[in-house]
């Protein structure tokens, strides 16, 4: 395979969308966003350059856990890297994100400089030594808040007023229930690696019960706090699956890879409704309180 689609591969496309749906909240199609280049280049940075940030350094400390990891080694879930390709991508990401890193503080200045180094500084704390949140459960669910300084990018970037807290609130909501995903589905792997998370430490039955608690306080935000009955009726219904996932059909069992693969494509397709859906209504930009 050629060296730029394995490195595309680690940085996971099917799970572009989180950096992608937040980066685009503070829009409407009423703005008319797509008429200005810089959106595009910001839009580019959240898509490979970041995902590749985030997931390369991921993959560069969990070599163990991911050759174990039978739904990786797919543009879906991500590589399985051989140790040799691995050793390369801290050096790959710095020359990838570098440029853009530094246009985007020539162009939006201090603040910017603020949020990128506060980005760059999560995923060091996540991953790497003394600190390493990703194995101190529960702190590598509520780390996953950095996701929503991809927003504060975005404003600054895109030059946008500040988005109501309760919609901060939202994003946050949707960082740790798409995080709890994942490590439901990387129980085995991760305990055959000796990593603790969440989801090794209480089980694969209450960390869906986790997720659905997340779920469910997501539609009561998205019902009362915006009045946005489109999307918290889709996470009802999802919320609806998950009780008959726990309670009938898959209770404690895994899911197969081929299962797996159909999630993740589901999640990929219901994101990319939201996202349109989102853009259309405006409804997470004028919360009622």
């Known amino acids: 395979m050629p060296l730029i689609l394995k ?7 099917g799970l572009w969308f989180p950096t992608i749906w937040i980066y685009l909240v503070p829009f409407t199609f009423e703005t008319a966003f797509w008429e200005s280049t810089i959106f595009w280049v910001g839009l580019v940075f959240v898509t490979f350059p970041l995902n590749y940030l985030v997931y390369g350094l991921n993959d560069y400390n969990d070599v163990a856990a991911d050759s174990m990891n039978d739904r990786k080694g797919n543009f879906l879930f991500g590589a399985k890297a051989s140790v040799a390709t691995l050793k390369r991508v801290p050096l790959w990401i710095t020359l990838v994100n570098l440029p853009f890193i530094i246009y985007f503080i020539y162009y939006s200045g201090f603040q910017m400089f603020v949020v990128l180094f506060f980005m760059v500084a999560v995923n060091i704390i996540y991953n790497f030594k003394p600190l390493r949140i990703k ?5 590598e669910i509520l780390i996953q808040v ?8 975005s404003l600054l970037l895109n030059k946008l007023p500040m988005l109501p807290w309760l919609t901060m609130v939202y994003l946050s909501l949707f960082a740790f229930q798409a995080h709890i995903a994942g490590e439901i589905m990387d129980i085995e792997p991760d305990k055959k690696a000796g990593k603790k998370t969440t989801a090794t430490i209480i089980g694969r039955k209450n960390t869906k019960l986790l997720m659905l608690a997340f779920l469910l306080i997501e539609v009561i935000v998205l019902g009362i706090g915006f009045q946005d009955y489109v999307l918290a009726g889709f996470l009802a219904v999802f919320s609806a699956w998950l009780v008959l996932d726990v309670f009938v059909f898959f209770k404690d069992n895994p899911y197969t890879v081929a299962q797996m693969r159909l999630f993740g494509w589901a999640m990929n397709v219901s994101a990319l409704l939201s996202m349109l859906w989102v853009l259309y209504s405006g409804k997470l930009l004028t919360p009622l309180f």
């Open 7 to 13: 490195h595309l591969k680690i940085s996971r496309p």
């Open 146 to 153: 950095g996701y929503v300084v991809t927003a504060l990018f």
């Open 135 to 139: 194995e101190r459960p529960p702190f």
